[in-house]
């Protein structure tokens, strides 16, 4: 019976350990087949418009995963319409989509690509956050919380 009792709580100890090494093993699975892109938004922001006519909006999209994907679409209840552009010798063009590069990143920066806001529902202020959501040609989509900085907020001196 004795023997029986130390079996069971090895048993259980068992289980236990191979409940903890579950989470740890889909993890490592995830990382070694690096087959799928792990996208994670940041540094993104919104300089105050002049208007509600149109903004532009900015970020960062990171990509840690094996594989490449797409930005397809972006879209806000703020506004009625947002499009992507790229800016080429100074001229800026809509585009359809967006690579985002295995363990790469998308950035979208002043004089650079960036998000183009229409038919906001009402002009931005600083202090106020505007909801969006990107879609992706295969990652889940990711909702972002964009503040609205002053109008001539530069990321790189923080104001
Ligand atoms: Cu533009």
Not at 52 to 72: C, H, P, Q, V
Not at 84 to 102: L, Q
């Amino acid at each position: 019976m004795k023997r029986l009792a130390v079996t069971g709580a090895a048993i259980a100890g068992a289980l236990a350990l191979a409940g903890c090494g579950t989470s740890n093993a889909s993890k490592a699975s995830d990382s070694a087949g690096a087959s799928r892109a792990e996208l994670s938004v940041g540094a993104s922001y919104m300089p105050q418009p002049v208007s509600a006519d149109m903004a532009a909006g900015f970020l960062t999209i990171t990509n840690r995963g094996g594989t490449k994907d797409e930005l397809t679409s972006v879209t806000s209840d703020s506004a009625g319409e947002i499009t992507m552009h790229e800016t080429k010798g100074g001229a800026m063009e809509e585009v359809d989509s967006f690579e985002v590069p295995a363990h790469g990143q998308l950035v979208f920066k002043s004089g650079g690509n960036h998000l183009m806001f229409e038919k906001l529902k009402r002009r931005p202020e600083q202090g106020d956050t505007i909801t969006l959501k990107l879609k992706f040609a295969e990652s889940g989509p990711l909702t972002v919380e964009m503040p609205v900085k002053s109008a001539t907020y530069n990321p790189s001196t923080g104001h």
